[in-house]
């Protein structure tokens, strides 16, 4: 296993421990490894899942850290 590997397993799972409530492909979104495809027409989205197959780990991780950022940041400054 790699360590970026290690790092996304422990992120996911520290995300699933403080939200119990959410069911693992919730979870996998809302970190954003999962998304969307970014879609010209917003009015009539399609709401389909990007592929991801080409994302690197670290580029994952990346994407995983700041959602986590995002989610830590004071509602103060939302």
Do not use: C, V
């Amino acid at each position: 296993m790699k360590k970026e590997h290690k790092k996304i397993i422990d992120h996911i799972s520290t995300y699933l421990n403080e939200n119990p409530e959410q069911r693992f492909g919730q979870a996998i979104f809302n970190l954003k490894i999962n998304e969307f495809i970014e879609e010209e027409n917003l009015i009539n989205p399609k709401y389909q899942l990007r592929d991801i197959h080409n994302d690197s780990d670290e580029k994952i991780l990346g994407r995983i850290e700041s959602q986590l950022k995002w989610f830590n940041k004071p509602k103060e400054s939302l």
